[in-house]
């Protein structure tokens, strides 16, 4: 996903900038769950430890990092705020996806700040209509995560002629443009801020109007010629799963010899055998999740060049995605059983980084009984399914 090749040693200064940042971040989590947007603190650290600037080219002053550094770094800034790590993982997953779609004119001015950020919906598509010089576009697109702050955003709309055809397109446009909504009052994940866009007949240049590949059935497929694109979002949202539960495991540690198990002869968990087991188990969940996150984003990388992926490859990959998934869960709901009734105390951030792992895990990407179904269709019809 990347043209530039980053040395060791600079991943490693990447992460430890990171991990600079996450004491800010965890200081400011609960002010980000209270107003729903991050505060400026939490934003000027993320923009200090080089996150918006992870999928911005080279070339325009960035560091065109490769997946697995993305993704590392995402989860280590889970740890302070998940919140804050969902909106990095949104922009870089957005840039990568959407970048290939603009010219260098919209590029260059995209990129005017390597720090740039990218807000955007998916659906459902606005109406438009052209004019002399672009288009005019009306419509309103929920769960645009990060809006109140990202410059740009990107959205979708069909542009009607009059003559009873539509065309589907993506819309670059000043986030200045648009209005917003403060719909976003959810369980988790609350500090994203993924309010709603609205545009009521707003201008776009032609320019800043992308058009969309269309795959072999002839529907519009943002990925097509390089399927490998979509995983590459899903693995980079997941590092931001990755880090609240490595968020967790790191206010269970912290506690491990301090607090004592009720109604037990115990100083500490730390002299509980069964406490330690569960801790033991965890920890075990949660960091194989992290290094096979980092695997998965490796194998996800070396595919992004290549125009075709088997529907095999394709669904195995998805469900390893969210076997990572799933390993966070369960390990983070064994380290609420270890802490005990005081993890889901408002000011205790254990259960935030509970509920913000299980709503993000809802997101589209980690749709867990479809990617089963689609699994075992491809391993039912395939002949060489038993081979591996």
């Known amino acids: 996903m990347t043209t530039t090749e980053i040395q060791p040693a600079d991943v490693e200064n990447l992460v430890a900038a990171a991990r600079s940042a996450v004491p800010v971040l965890a200081a400011n989590a609960g002010r980000a769950e209270r107003d729903r947007r991050l505060p400026a603190g939490s934003t000027a650290a993320l923009r200090d430890a080089g996150a918006f600037a992870l999928a911005t080219p080279a070339r325009f002053g960035g560091l065109d990092a490769d997946l697995p550094t993305t993704v590392r770094v995402i989860s280590e800034l889970g740890r302070g705020c998940s919140s804050s790590a969902w909106l990095v993982a949104v922009s870089a997953e957005a840039q990568r996806a959407f970048g290939p779609l603009m010219s260098e004119e919209v590029l260059a001015e995209f990129y005017a700040d390597p720090d740039t950020r990218l807000c955007g919906a998916g659906k459902p598509p606005g109406r438009a209509r052209r004019v002399a010089k672009g288009l005019h576009i009306s419509g309103r697109w929920p769960y645009a995560s990060g809006c109140e702050d990202a410059p740009w955003a990107i959205i979708p709309a069909m542009v009607g002629d009059g003559d009873g055809s539509a065309e589907f397109v993506l819309v670059l446009a000043p986030t200045s443009d648009l209005d917003i909504e403060r719909t976003w009052d959810t369980a988790g994940m609350r500090g994203t801020g993924s309010h709603t866009l609205v545009a009521d007949d707003v201008f776009v240049p032609r320019a800043r109007v992308l058009s969309v590949p269309t795959g072999p059935n002839g529907a519009p497929d943002l990925f097509s010629g390089r399927p490998a694109g979509q995983l590459g979002g899903g693995v980079t949202l997941l590092a931001s799963l990755v880090g609240a539960a490595r968020g967790a495991l790191d206010v269970v540690g912290s506690t491990l010899h301090e607090r004592k198990p009720p109604m037990t002869q115990y100083d500490s968990l730390a002299a509980s055998p069964g406490a330690r087991h569960w801790f033991a188990q965890a920890t075990h969940l949660i960091e194989s999740a992290q290094r096979d996150l980092v695997v998965l984003a490796a194998e996800i990388d070396q595919l992004a060049a290549e125009p075709a992926l088997a529907d095999r490859d394709g669904t195995a990959l998805r469900m ?64 060489d399914s038993q081979e591996t």
Do not use: K
Request: proline fraction near 2%.
């Open 320 to 383: 390893r995605l969210n076997s990572v998934v799933q390993r966070c869960q369960e390990g983070v709901n064994l380290l609420l059983d270890l802490h005990g009734a005081a993890g889901f105390a408002t000011g205790n951030a254990l259960q935030r980084f509970w509920r913000d792992l299980h709503v993000g895990s809802r997101h589209v990407q980690f749709n867990t009984y479809l990617a089963v179904e689609n699994h075992a269709g491809i391993l039912a019809t395939t002949p």
